[in-house]
């Protein structure tokens, strides 16, 4: 018994050119400031959610304002209600350095977790980014 898979191989061959021709169009719809190693980037915001986070905050903070981007980075936290001193250590940072911003999300509405957080993150961003 044979069994004939020439529909077949036309079938994953009509899928393989699709797709081939998508990834041309999309490579060519792309700036010259897009492609990899051009001077030409986006503002980079790191989020940092932090709800009691005091132990690690300080260090966070400081490794990502050490990094090195050519656009410039923004670090936003948002403080999402923490009892402990979370806030003070992101006020202070953002005291001393004017590429860090904080959130203090109010009691009401903190600790509904973390997407509720990005959320918060997301709207700050788009103020700040105006």
Not at 22 to 30: A, E, G, K, T, Y
Not at 32 to 45: F, I, K, N, Q, Y
Not at 104 to 115: L, N, T
């Amino acid at each position: 018994m044979r069994i004939d898979l020439t529909v077949l191989s036309y079938a994953v061959a009509a899928v393989v050119v699709y797709y081939a021709v998508l990834f041309v169009m999309s490579w060519r719809r792309r700036g010259d400031g897009a492609r990899a190693g051009s001077p030409t980037r986006p503002l980079m915001v790191l989020v940092v959610p932090a709800r009691n986070e005091e132990l690690v905050l300080d260090d966070t903070l400081s490794n990502l304002t050490a990094l090195h981007y050519p656009a410039g980075i923004r670090v936003l936290v948002v403080d999402d209600g923490s009892a402990d001193r979370t806030a003070s250590i992101a006020d202070d940072w953002a005291s001393r350095d004017d590429r860090v911003r904080v959130v203090h999300r109010m009691p009401d509405e903190a600790g509904k977790g973390k997407s509720a957080v990005l959320n918060c993150a997301y709207h700050a961003i788009r103020r700040w980014c105006q």
